[in-house]
């Protein structure tokens, strides 16, 4: 075992700082310190953030492992893991697995029933939510989309009617791009662009999809991105249809709990289910 103490055989998902080094868990150094083998999506990020944090690697392998290598590395990692090892598989930031290579490791340890651990930590998708300003209720995470204006028009069509918050990832020099296309498909949305989060240089552009593309139409932002993207707002109040809902759901429950059943369904306000709840139970 290495000098962080006995960890437990199997794959530890270890998250790692966005930006701030500093933001490392207590758990992930023990990680760091302990796993028989590491692996890495960046090794030389990772190196860096252990000295900075003073672990010492060692003998212990150091395996890199990413998009353009993981048909080669993933059978020395799950070797490792069919002998009874702790692996450590840390991201070039973030969290591994959230647009990250390794799922298909993780998938590949569990289907021979290895234990698979997460030790959580820092996330893009999370931090972006927090700062950004829009609904946290909910959310769509869609990762980068493809970077072809065709499909990615075809993904924004796609992810129109998604509930909640949108988030996405993108590369700066595609960003006006990405705004452009999603005011147009959108039309007035509110969003944020959120950049170089936990960083020195953080910032968190927030307006509606016309202004944002309108910002970022000939300026190319610097350093990792994560776009929001709010909701659609709620269709229009179909009478019909709100009362066919409330008859159904009347059967069932009170009036009070079937206006608050239908008002969450439909997105229309309970004061407006409420109205059109009186004249179904009167019958008019």
């Known amino acids: ?22 933001d490392i868990t207590l758990r992930a150094l023990d990680l760091l310190r302990g796993a028989d083998v590491l692996a890495a999506e960046d090794t030389r990020s990772l190196r860096r953030l252990m000295e900075i944090h003073g672990v010492a690697l060692g003998d212990r392998p150091l395996i890199p492992y990413h998009d353009h290598n993981g048909a080669e590395a993933r059978p020395r990692l799950l070797a490792a893991l069919r002998e009874g090892r702790s692996v450590a598989y840390a991201s070039e930031a973030g969290t591994p697995l959230i647009a990250d290579p390794g799922f298909q490791l993780g998938a590949a340890a569990r289907a021979e029933g290895i234990a698979v651990r997460a030790a959580p930590g820092a996330s893009a998708v999370l931090a972006a939510l927090c700062v950004g300003g829009l609904p946290t209720d909910r959310f769509t995470f869609a990762g980068f989309l493809p970077p072809k204006a065709a499909a990615r028009r075809a993904a924004l069509a796609e992810l129109e009617a998604a509930p909640g918050t949108l988030v996405l990832y993108e590369s700066p020099r595609r960003l006006g791009a990405l705004l452009a296309e999603a005011a147009e498909r959108y039309g007035s949305r509110r969003a944020a662009v959120c950049r170089e989060l936990t960083k020195r240089f953080e910032e968190v552009v927030e307006g509606t999809l016309p202004e944002l593309a309108a910002r970022f139409a000939e300026e190319v932002p610097k350093g990792e991105i994560v776009v929001l993207i709010d909701r659609a707002a709620p269709a229009p109040a179909d009478e019909a249809a709100l009362e066919a809902l409330l008859a159904e ?5 009170s009036l009070k709990s079937a206006v608050k059943d239908v008002s969450a369904r439909t997105g229309v306000g309970r004061n407006v289910v409420y109205e059109v709840a009186l004249r179904v139970r009167d019958g008019s």
């Not at 759901?249 to 429950?253: H, R």
Request: hydrophobic share 50%; proline share 7%; net charge negative.
């Open 1 to 22: 075992m290495g000098d962080g103490g006995a960890i437990e055989p199997g794959l530890h998902l270890v998250a790692v700082p966005i930006g701030a080094a500093r």
């Open 249 to 253: 759901a009347m059967e069932t429950m």
